[in-house]
């Protein structure tokens, strides 16, 4: 960079780790082509500190979420998009570089940020749909987002700047994370992950009999503080009527969200709460009341649930093909797909339903 150059993002972010780490010399990585100039790595750069305690950890910090060199977007409370993400992941004692698959996991999400325009925030969770080290045989496969214990969010020259922490969680932890929330869950089990460190070979948090029942109770009690939920093999057939027959609408789902779909249902209507599903061309609203009932108009499908078809839905939502009604709502069937879970390459290495 040139003497010219306004670095007072960058700077600001220096001068926060300067206060956690002193003198330490961070492993920096940093991107020789600008993403914006045809580079494939969005974020400016990365570093790596080491620390000791509780274990030890390496920490990495990113740089290129938030406004770097100088304040270039209209909005003035928040630095680009408000955060960069940091990650503390376990390492050996005798372990002197950061893995690369750590550092390549943070560009992926450089990229879903930049592509999609979506942003994190803290209690958010992402699935990764397979072990988020490629290749491992490790049991987290989803990633969930917390502010950093240790790196509070700051006021920049640039605006305000978050910094979040993620976070590796297994299946069954994203799970409870869904149909309860994402904080409690991690706040439960946090003994068990000081500093929300992630390591690779751990068992998940929901072996451990006190953190199980821990989730269980406020599950039950809260209900799920999921609202809205993606769904990629979302979609709606509309109804026909004919002289002679009748053929009812189709909503459709993948087998592999119609179990976590199913408990969402009784943590949300269940508890007074409404539910939207949104798919690639429409949007789904299961909303609590006292009959039951369905309309669709434009992109837009909405259902009415009451108590009981609430339960009877949830019952038969089930990672498995099939398809079924429901007794009070006559004239719409739910079917339920196979998922094609692929990796990187488009190439099916798993099937559910």
Not at 57 to 84: A, D, I, N, R
Request: hydrophobic fraction near 35%.
């Amino acid at each position: 960079m040139s003497e010219e150059t306004n670095t007072s993002g960058w700077d600001a972010i220096d001068q926060e780790l300067l206060k956690l780490y002193g003198e330490q010399e961070p492993k920096h990585y940093g991107t020789i082509l600008p993403y914006a100039l045809g580079g494939q790595d969005p974020l400016d750069g990365i570093s790596t500190y080491k620390s000791e305690t509780p274990v030890p950890y390496w920490h990495f910090v990113t740089y290129g979420f938030s406004e770097l060199y100088g304040k270039e977007s209209e909005l003035t409370e928040e630095s680009g998009y408000g955060f960069e993400l940091t990650f503390r992941l376990a390492r050996s004692a005798d372990e002197e570089e950061p893995p690369a698959w750590a550092l390549n996991l943070l560009q992926n999400m450089g990229r879903y940020v930049f592509n999609s325009g979506n942003v994190f925030r803290s209690g958010d969770y992402l699935d990764a749909n397979g072990p988020i080290c490629l290749g491992s045989d490790t049991l987290l496969t989803a990633l969930a987002f917390v502010y950093d214990p240790e790196l509070p969010a700051m006021d920049t020259p640039n605006g305000r700047v978050e910094f979040l922490q993620m976070v590796g969680i297994t299946g069954d932890e994203l799970e409870a994370m869904q149909t309860w929330n994402t904080l409690g869950v991690l706040a439960v089990g946090q003994d068990h992950i000081p500093h929300y460190i992630t390591d690779l070979s751990r068992d998940s948090l929901l072996r451990t009999s006190s953190v199980s029942e821990a989730v269980q109770k406020g599950m039950e009690e809260e209900g799920s503080n999921t609202g809205f939920l993606y769904v990629d093999q979302l979609s709606w057939t509309p109804g026909k009527k004919g002289l002679f027959s009748k053929t009812p609408a189709v909503l459709q789902l993948g087998a592999k969200q119609a179990g976590i779909i199913g408990k969402l249902l009784r943590g949300r209507i269940l508890k007074g709460k409404s539910l939207s599903l949104v798919g690639p061309d429409i949007r789904v609203v299961f909303e609590p009341g006292g009959n039951a009932g369905c309309t669709a108009e434009g992109n837009e499908v909405r259902f009415t649930l009451d108590d009981s078809t609430a339960a009877e839905f949830s019952r038969n939502l089930l990672p498995k093909e099939s398809t079924f009604e429901l007794t009070s709502l006559k004239g719409t069937a739910i079917r339920i797909v196979q998922t094609h879970i692929k990796d990187n390459e488009g190439n099916v290495v798993e099937t559910i339903g």
